[in-house]
């Protein structure tokens, strides 16, 4: 912290009687410096970051702080308050104030730092000796680490007293625990006992909105707090000085987890099936011990948690030792499925509107500029049209999601207008993807160029959006766009142009394609593929036989095994009978991971069956060239489909073959005895369940 703070950032007569004057009296020596542009605009983020939750803590101290575009370069100002001042603390006002300005796009290096002085500030030998301390440029010294806490209370008068008149007593120096970039542990060596027994094994996650303090004075909080308790307490610090994940191992060898968090936890799911505590960040900071002796009461008990909903693509983006290959894979499949939703609520919606207006609505007039409202063909075209804007997002959300998955919220803005750009120049699809790839890695190498201080506060804002896309803005429309866009519509004019036996086998390879993961990448890079055809206002009948025959193959599986289990259910075990019961909902909505139970089960039956019938299906609708519009629906928008009897047709014969053929493979294996291996099957079931977006099918 060499140059963060200064004796000129040090004030140890603070005569502010308010958190917002003493910010203000702080703030004021960062200006005089150049450290803050913008007074007023840096205050009031600061107002802003203090009213999500109070920045007091136990023990006389505040610690306002925020990012800030207004910040040239990560700052650190001190007061020192002979009165006190309230910064919201359960047991009184703050006498040490810390005023943290981190620029909003600060380097880890710099908060790296931050995190350290947050850490600090839970030992109280530390604090003990800024309360001691009488010069300013010692002060900083004291807080930049200069000098040891232990030299600067030597010459301090004995027995000094905080703001609430309460001693202070040393605490273990703040080097007994280790911090690190994968998360940090107490030592509990001493505390393990004659008896050789091992501790109680903790695992904790801590986050605040800013990243910057209470994240890592939770943490410390949590690990002194264990290291007098006698339990080992390994913290993963979700802050922004980096966010690296904890080792599976140590995960699954902890006997309860601590979240105290307020923001959401990344990747969640890693921690299901443990006794967990659940509270704010501030409760990790305030009550530590409170929070390890509810953790070991719940394992006591026997009480676990239960798995969580999956979070966003880019925080299930895995270890960095991941190959090339499955990051693309990843980043790819970021972008659909941000894209679905788009594609089924547009899809549904343009295809109500031909059910209501009939196959003209498309060339309706503007319901802006004509619209009644007891005439269906007013309510046809009103579907129609918001489906239309619905489908004019999809490729850029597919671009600016593969970006985000790549590079986080700075590849957002050059994603996006990438897959504009592929709108207006007719690359479609095809040149969404490309879009999304070259902005994410455009970003990533804009962040690998070393800044200058001054720079860094509007990077995130101006210098990166504006550098990217412009850079994204050149490549499409004047060095790739051509090419994609020619790839595009040759591609178009190739599936216009398939008849018979080409469209027969194109079907059976997308009915493959879907039943091969069941929800997996290979099934979305089929339902991508025929998505993206139907993506304009006026598709052309093959992509709409392409929608139809991945819808209907994509049925098959949930559908065979609910089937089987209904005619063969001696084959089944009992659980496999229950979920066969719930597959013939999900089989008929067109969500194919009701089959994954089976699947997962008995993986060498269940999914070569499954694609056996896919096949069928696939080649079937194809072969009776049934249309589909909408995207999704699975039988309830059979009204909508060209051909509906024999697409039906097609469906029944490929949940037929797969029955068949699973009931034979089945009965000529010894059954296993009933219920075995249900558990093994059903968690294997859950994870791949919560790992899949249903939308999709």
């Not at 308050?81 to 005023?99: E, N, R, T």
């Not at 509810?294 to 026997?302: N, S, T």
């Amino acid at each position: 912290m060499s140059e963060m703070i200064t004796a000129d950032l040090v004030d140890l007569d603070l005569s502010a009687e308010t958190k917002e004057a003493a910010a203000r009296a702080l703030a004021e020596r960062m200006v005089t410096l150049g450290r803050v542009t913008d007074l007023e605009g840096f205050l009031a983020d600061v107002a802003a970051r203090e009213a999500q939750m109070p920045t007091g803590l136990d023990g006389g101290i505040g610690i306002p702080h925020c990012r800030s575009v207004h910040v040239t370069e990560p700052t650190l100002g001190f007061g020192r308050s002979a009165a006190g001042i309230d910064f919201g603390a359960p047991d009184g006002p703050a006498d040490l104030i810390f005023l943290i300005a981190a620029p909003a796009g600060a380097d880890d290096a710099h908060l790296t730092i931050l995190s350290s002085l947050a850490r600090q500030l839970m030992n109280a030998e530390f604090t003990s000796a800024l309360r001691a301390v009488d010069d300013a440029a010692a002060a900083a010294a004291l807080i930049r680490g200069d000098e040891s806490p232990a030299a600067a209370a030597s010459t301090a008068p004995e027995g000094t007293e905080s703001a609430d008149g309460s001693k202070d007593s040393v605490a273990v120096s703040a080097a007994a625990s280790a911090d690190t970039a994968t998360g940090t542990t107490t030592d509990t060596t001493a505390d393990t006992g004659a008896s050789g027994e091992r501790p109680f094994r903790i695992v904790a996650v801590t986050s605040c909105p800013t990243g910057i303090a209470h994240t890592y004075m939770a943490a410390e909080s949590l690990e002194n707090a264990g290291r007098e308790a006698g339990v080992e307490v390994v913290v993963e610090t979700q802050g922004s000085a980096g966010f690296t994940r904890l080792d599976p191992a140590v995960i699954a060898a902890a006997d309860g987890v601590i979240f105290a968090h307020d923001v959401p936890v990344r990747d969640k799911d890693r921690f299901a099936g443990k006794p967990t505590v659940d509270v704010g960040v501030k409760a990790g900071i305030n009550k530590p011990a409170e929070l390890i002796t509810e953790v070991r009461g719940k394992a006591a008990r026997g009480e676990v948690s239960a798995g969580s909903a999956p979070g966003t693509p880019v925080e299930r983006s895995g270890d960095s030792a991941e190959g090339y290959g499955t990051k693309l894979r990843k980043w790819l499949m970021s972008g659909v499925s941000y894209m679905v939703p788009f594609v089924a609520a547009g899809g549904l919606l343009i295809a109500l509107g031909f059910a209501i207006g009939g196959y003209k609505i498309n060339k309706a007039p503007s319901v802006m500029d004509h619209f009644m409202w007891l005439q269906a063909d007013s309510w046809g075209a009103l579907f129609f049209q918001i489906g239309v804007v619905s489908f004019g997002f999809l490729v850029p959300v597919l671009a600016g999601y593969i970006a985000y998955g790549m590079a986080d919220r700075p590849g957002l803005v050059p994603g996006f207008v990438g897959g504009a750009i592929s709108l207006t120049i007719n690359a479609g699809f095809l040149g969404g993807l490309a879009a999304g790839l070259i902005a994410g890695g455009v970003v990533i190498g804009i962040q690998k160029v070393k800044i200058p201080a001054s720079l860094r506060g509007i990077m995130p804002v101006v210098v990166i959006p504006l550098i990217s896309a412009a850079i994204v803005g050149f490549l499409m429309f004047v060095v790739i766009g051509k090419p994609i866009a020619s790839a595009q519509k040759g591609m178009t004019d190739w599936l216009n142009g398939l008849t018979g036996t080409n469209a027969v086998l194109l079907g059976a390879l997308l009915g493959l394609m879907m039943c091969f993961d069941l929800g997996g990448p290979v099934n979305k890079v089929a339902y991508t593929f025929a998505t993206a055809g139907i993506a304009v206002a006026s598709p052309s009948d093959s992509a709409m036989k392409i929608m139809a025959a991945v819808m209907a193959a994509g049925m098959v599986p949930p559908l065979a095994m609910a089937l089987a289990t209904t005619v063969r259910g001696k084959l089944f075990t009992q659980t496999e009978r229950e979920n066969g019961k719930a597959a013939w909902v999900l089989g008929a909505s067109f969500i194919s991971e009701g089959a994954i139970p089976f699947a997962a089960a008995d993986p060498l039956r269940v999914i070569p069956s499954a694609m056996v019938g896919g096949a069928v299906t696939g080649s079937l609708s194809m072969a009776f060239g049934a249309t589909l519009r909408a995207p999704h629906g699975g039988i309830f928008v059979v009204p909508l489909i060209g051909n509906p009897f024999l697409y039906l047709i097609a469906i029944a014969a490929g949940v037929c073959v797969t029955t068949a053929l699973v009931v034979v493979l089945k009965g000529m294996r010894k059954q296993a005895p009933e219920g075995t291996g249900a558990g093994v099957a059903d968690t294997a079931i859950a994870a791949k369940v919560d790992s899949k977006e249903p939308v999709a099918a």
